[in-house]
């Protein structure tokens, strides 16, 4: 059941991509679109910055992580369970410990594990040298449907608890993850060589236009039973989001999040992330109330 990383992003089935990127009325946003067999993210078409482009590192998309079978017998099994409103429009499961990030406190009461049919996807992950070592402590389900208005506003994950890669898996319908920055400064652009995207992967074009950063969005194209992982500045740096117009029928994100340093070998709790790690990789969980 090996994956291939993706190539070209794929179109929305409903809509085009200037329906699927249309331009903020409020306020000057330019829409980018990443190339994941590039790993550059290039001006949408008919845009002030059509074919103008920059590396966008950190996203690595993996397409058809799990089969159709697989996707209907995860939802199938979630439906059994609970689901809790959340903010947004969203529902939510969560499989974790109990977090307070203000307070940078956690309570283990009722965290019994991953549940069992994620067992079969962490082990999957590990056949790519990206997750090879990853080992996910916590597991949210989050359950969109239009008829909700379901979004998640522009956000950076925590850093204190939750370490390096945040994984998830795109289930039931294509979206699109949002990518914006609030940092000043610009972005240094290149003029995308012809044959666009494969001469981008070959090509170091000199910058000769900017635009600045917080007038930038970038969508990563999500398609069905596709697996993303951010790292780095795609983690820390840049916020994701998912709006509501990228919302055409019932969705299921299922995200997974390893341990930060400070819980993992060496650090101050490592002791309190060992036990976690053990906890959550028996795979007995049920969601927490």
């Known amino acids: 059941m090996a994956a291939a990383v993706s190539g070209r992003p794929q179109r929305h ?19 980018f679109i990443y190339y994941p067999d590039t790993g550059w993210a290039v001006g949408a078409e008919e845009s002030d910055f059509e074919g103008w482009a920059f590396p966008f590192p950190g996203v690595t998309l993996i397409e058809d992580f799990v089969t159709p079978e697989e996707e209907a017998e995860m ?10 409103l959340s903010q947004s429009g969203r529902r939510k ?15 283990r009461a009722g965290f019994r594990g991953l549940p069992s049919f994620s067992r079969e996807v962490v082990r999957r992950m590990g056949l790519y040298p990206i997750l090879e070592d990853f080992r996910p402590v916590e597991q949210c389900n989050l359950d969109y449907s239009p008829e909700r208005g379901s979004a998640i506003d522009p956000h950076l994950d925590d850093a ?39 001469a981008l992967a070959d090509s170091a074009m000199a910058p000769s236009r900017s635009v600045p950063c917080q007038e930038v969005e970038v969508a990563v ?54 036990e976690l790690l053990q906890m959550a990789l028996s795979f007995q969980g049920r969601p927490t109330t």
């Open 221 to 274: 194209p999500l398609p069905r039973r596709s697996l993303v992982v951010l790292r780095g500045g795609a983690r820390h740096q840049w916020k994701h989001a998912i709006h509501r117009r990228h919302i055409g029928a019932r969705r299921v994100g299922v995200t997974f999040r390893e341990l930060s340093a400070e819980f993992g070998p060496g650090g101050k709790q490592q002791e309190l992330g060992r």
């Open 160 to 198: 204190w608890l939750w370490g390096e890669r945040l994984v998830s898996l795109n289930l039931l319908s294509p979206t699109v993850l949002s990518m914006s920055r609030e940092a000043p400064g610009s972005l240094l652009l290149c003029l995308a060589p012809s044959g666009f995207p494969e």
């Open 75 to 84: 939802v199938q099994l979630m439906d059994r369970d609970p689901w809790k």
């Open 93 to 107: 499961q969560d499989y974790g410990p109990k977090v307070n990030f203000r307070k940078q406190k956690l309570k």
């Open 13 to 31: 089935p409903h809509c085009g991509w200037k329906e699927l990127l249309p331009l903020a009325s409020q306020h000057k946003t330019h829409r």
